[in-house]
């Protein structure tokens, strides 16, 4: 163990980890931050950035609570960054082609977006009305990700970039640290945001609890007559206007383990739909097609909170589809459980224990 010992060592430089860390230093607690490759490259930096559940009304409350009170707290994040890095966040709005699915009704639609204060409107469309959602924002993730970085350097938490979380370090039921390849550090308490790779680094996870869950992106270069300026979407398939005119075309969703390989057939099957969707893409240069790892959880709610077994040790990861949308929330709702502050959110549903072994 080296003599530096943090107060709180948080595992993974991620949307999660890097917001968590944020969020904790402002008690005034000594943060140190991990990430074993370049902070803010995996599944933070993959994602399409939309800040807002896609059909948002099929996961469960939770899930949505959380998202409605990230998008909430989003314009205060991004006005708190300590950056000259700009992340473009851009309230586009939403236009959702196909919004009733089977089973599901306008007036039930319309009945859980105005409970999660989300607000909406619908319109006329081809085979039945499209859903507006006015408050949508995006974000250029990459950069929100750079600029983390810089407010995490600014604010004196210590990252350690290329530097492997390899252990909790826990004895007689306590946490005393973590292991890297380097050395042993020493802290009072451990946070895991590990994204998809959290499961190993938190002692008695069920063999299903977390999985990483592929999903693969294009995008096409930016031309005037793109002419997109808003958020589309239908059969799920998704395009994402950027500031500078490109467009982002998203996604699969594969159970492929830890594989980011991009095929060319659901590539062009993306491509296909994005055409059809919105015709004057035809043509556009693809610049970049890229997969990430969506960090699954097996009832697909975030997970956060304390381990049971183990105390000290924290957890905040299973974003799955949301965890750049839910981000500020669910760094102020662990902060607040840490330090014993009030919380907006009710803790309750996300607990560590539901996922254990028993
Ligand atoms: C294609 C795609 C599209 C998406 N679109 C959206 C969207 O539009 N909106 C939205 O809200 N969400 C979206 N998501 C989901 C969102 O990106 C994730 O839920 C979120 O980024 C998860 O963040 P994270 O910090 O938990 O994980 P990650 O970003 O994966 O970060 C985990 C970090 O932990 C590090 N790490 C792993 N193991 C260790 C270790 N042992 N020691 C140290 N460090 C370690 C990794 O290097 C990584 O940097 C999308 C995801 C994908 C893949």
């Given at each position: 163990m080296t003599s530096t010992r943090f107060d709180i060592i948080v595992i993974g430089a991620g949307i999660s980890g890097l917001t968590s860390a944020l969020a904790l230093r402002e008690s005034g607690a000594s943060v140190a931050l991990l990430d074993r490759g370049p902070p803010g490259t995996e599944a933070s930096w993959a994602g399409?950035?939309?800040l807002c559940p896609l059909y948002?009304?099929?996961?469960?409350t939770p899930v949505l609570a959380m998202a409605a009170e990230g998008m909430r707290r989003y314009p205060a994040l991004i006005d708190s960054l300590d950056s000259r890095i700009d992340p473009e966040r851009i309230v586009s709005g939403m236009r959702i082609l196909d919004p009733v699915g089977p089973g599901e009704t306008r007036d039930g639609i319309t009945t859980t977006l105005a409970q999660a204060g989300i607000q909406h409107e619908w319109q006329p469309g081809d085979d039945q009305p499209a859903l507006w959602l006015p408050e949508v924002a995006n974000v250029r993730n990459p950069r929100l990700l750079e600029a983390l970085v810089d407010t995490v350097r600014a604010r004196g938490i210590e990252l350690f970039a290329?530097?492997?979380?390899?252990e909790v370090l826990a004895r007689s039921g306590r946490v005393e640290g973590v292991r890297t390849p380097a050395s042993d550090l020493a802290a009072e308490r451990v946070v895991v945001a590990a994204g998809a790779w959290s499961k190993t680094l938190v002692p008695g996870m069920r063999e299903d609890s977390l999985f990483p869950v592929r999903g693969q992106m294009l995008r096409l270069e930016p031309r005037a007559q793109n002419g997109l300026d808003h958020i589309l979407m239908d059969e799920g398939v998704y395009l994402i206007p950027r500031v500078d005119g490109s467009v982002v075309i998203g996604s699969t969703v594969e159970h492929a383990g830890f594989d980011k390989t991009v095929d060319d057939t659901a590539q062009a099957r993306l491509h296909a739909a994005a055409c059809r969707l919105w015709p004057s893409l035809a043509g556009a240069r693809i610049t970049h097609r890229w997969a990430g790892l969506r960090p699954g959880s097996v009832d697909e709610l975030p997970v956060l909170g304390e381990h049971p077994a183990i105390e000290g040790l924290w957890v905040n990861t299973g974003g799955f589809r949301n965890g750049l949308a839910m981000a500020p929330a669910t760094a102020d709702l662990l902060a607040g459980m840490m330090t014993g502050k009030p919380t907006t959110l009710d803790p309750a549903p996300y607990r560590v224990e539901r996922l254990l072994d028993t």
């Open positions: 399409g950035g939309i948002a009304w099929r996961y469960p290329h530097r492997a979380g390899q």
